[in-house]
């Protein structure tokens, strides 16, 4: 069964920073691009981060400069390092698995973790 788990939401003041993980299975994750989606509410999921397996990144320009995607391929994870938060960063952010390039698009991920809230309030 493919499964992600996402970890590492919670409350954040802004200008302050948070790291979400992914935590996957072997089979779900060797070979595979991942990426990092976020769904604010009321709005439309939205594209954040992505990785390939080689390790190229792909980052919305919303957050570039700030957030930062890694994968350590040995342990099956995928993080997301998020600093100088914003209000507007606030949203339950997804994991998922990318299955053919296109890094950018909704419809190339097959797989979705079942997302972690992520609050920046003061």
């Known amino acids: 069964q493919v499964q992600l788990v996402e970890s590492g939401g919670g409350l954040v003041q802004p200008g302050g920073s948070q790291r979400l993980s992914c935590t996957a299975s072997?089979?779900?994750?060797?070979?595979?691009?991942m990426g990092w989606f976020r769904q604010a509410p009321g709005k439309e999921r939205e594209f954040v981060a992505a990785?390939?397996?080689?390790?190229?990144?792909y980052y919305a320009d919303s957050v570039k400069g700030r957030f930062t995607i890694s994968r350590d391929n040995a342990n099956n994870t995928v993080s997301l390092q998020m600093n100088s938060l914003k209000l507007e960063d606030a949203a339950v952010y997804y994991c998922?698995?990318?299955?053919?390039?296109?890094?950018?698009?909704?419809?190339?991920?097959?797989?979705w973790g079942q997302g972690t809230q992520v609050t920046v309030s003061s």
């Open positions: 990785i390939s397996w080689s390790g190229n990144t």
């Open positions: 998922a698995r990318n299955y053919r390039g296109n890094y950018y698009d909704f419809s190339s991920y097959d797989y």
């Open positions: 072997r089979r779900t994750f060797s070979g595979y691009g």
